[in-house]
C-alpha cells in the first residue's frame, strides 16, 4: 500500500486477555518502530526493527508485551493479559532510510482495557 | 538521556495570526531535531528536521524551525495560521546514526485556530 497500514483501528478488551495489534510498513521500508501514546502524553518508544538484524527491545514496558516481524515486513505487536494501564493509542511507524530519522506513521490502533 | 520539552500544552490563534510553539531539548551532542502533525484520529507527519547546517530550517505547509544550541531550542514558526492548521503539534529529537528513528517525544501542544 502507499502508506502504513495498521489494524485493528480499535480494540475493546477485558482484562486479563491477550491482544495482537498488526502493522505494514510502506513497501521497501527495512525499519519499523511501535510507540505507544497515552492520553494526554506524547509517544513512548516500545521497540525497533531494522532489517535482519536482532530488535532493540528496550522500550517494552514489561515482559507481557512482545512483537516480531516476519520476512522482514508486517510486524506483530502481542500484548498479554492486559492491564487498564495498557489503555492508548499504538502507532507503528516506517522508515526507508533510518539514518535520516523521518518516521511514518500509521493511524494507530487505539486499544481499550475495560 | 535525551528529553524534550514543549512548555505549551493548549495554543489558541486567530486565523491569519503568526504561530511559535515552543521545544527545549536535553541531549548531549547535536542531535537531529523534527516536529510532526497529527491531525484528529490520524497519524503524524514530518513537517521538517533539523539535522546539521543551516539553523533556520523550511517545511511544508509554511513552517520554518529555528535550531537554537546555546537555548537547547528548536521552536516552530508560521507567519499566518491556516484553520486547517488546527492538530497537535510534537517535537522530537532523536540520536545521530542508525537510532535517528527511535526518537524521544515531546508531550505535545494542541493548536486551536479560532475563526
Known amino acids: 500500500g502507499a502508506g502504513v497500514s495498521q489494524s485493528p483501528s480499535n480494540k475493546v478488551t477485558e482484562k486479563g486477555k491477550d491482544v495482537e495489534l498488526r502493522c505494514d510498513p510502506i513497501?521497501?521500508?527495512?525499519?519499523l518502530y511501535w510507540y505507544r501514546q497515552s492520553l494526554g502524553q506524547g509517544l513512548e518508544f516500545l521497540i525497533y526493527?531494522?532489517?535482519?538484524?536482532?530488535?532493540?527491545k528496550s522500550g517494552l514496558p514489561s515482559d507481557r508485551f512482545s512483537a516480531e516481524r516476519t520476512g522482514g515486513s508486517v510486524s506483530t505487536l502481542t500484548i498479554q493479559r492486559t492491564q487498564q494501564e495498557d489503555s492508548a493509542v499504538y502507532l507503528c511507524?516506517?522508515?526507508?532510510?533510518?539514518?535520516?530519522?523521518?518516521?511514518?506513521f500509521g493511524e494507530g490502533s487505539r486499544l481499550t482495557v475495560l | 538521556a535525551q528529553s524534550v520539552t514543549q512548555p505549551d500544552i493548549h495554543i489558541t490563534v486567530s486565523e491569519g495570526a503568526s504561530l511559535e510553539l515552543r521545544c527545549n531539548y536535553s541531549?548531549?551532542?547535536?542531535?537531529?531535531l523534527f516536529w510532526y502533525v497529527q491531525s484528529p484520529g490520524q497519524g503524524l507527519q514530518l513537517l521538517l528536521k533539523?539535522?546539521?547546517?543551516?539553523?533556520l530550517v523550511q517545511g511544508i505547509k509554511g513552517f520554518e524551525a529555528e535550531f537554537k544550541r546555546s537555548q537547547s531550542s528548536f521552536n516552530l514558526r508560521k507567519p499566518s495560521v491556516h484553520w486547517s492548521d488546527a492538530a497537535e503539534y510534537f517535537c522530537?529529537?532523536?540520536?545521530?546514526?542508525?537510532?535517528?528513528?527511535?526518537?524521544?517525544f515531546g508531550d505535545g501542544t494542541t493548536l486551536t485556530v479560532k475563526p
Open positions: 541531549y548531549g551532542a547535536t542531535p537531529y
Open positions: 511507524a516506517s522508515s526507508g532510510d533510518p539514518g535520516a530519522g523521518e518516521l511514518f
Open positions: 526493527f531494522q532489517g535482519n538484524s536482532a530488535p532493540d
Open positions: 522530537a529529537v532523536g540520536a545521530r546514526g542508525t537510532n535517528a528513528g527511535k526518537s524521544t
Open positions: 513497501s521497501g521500508h527495512t525499519a
Open positions: 533539523y539535522f546539521s547546517g543551516d539553523t
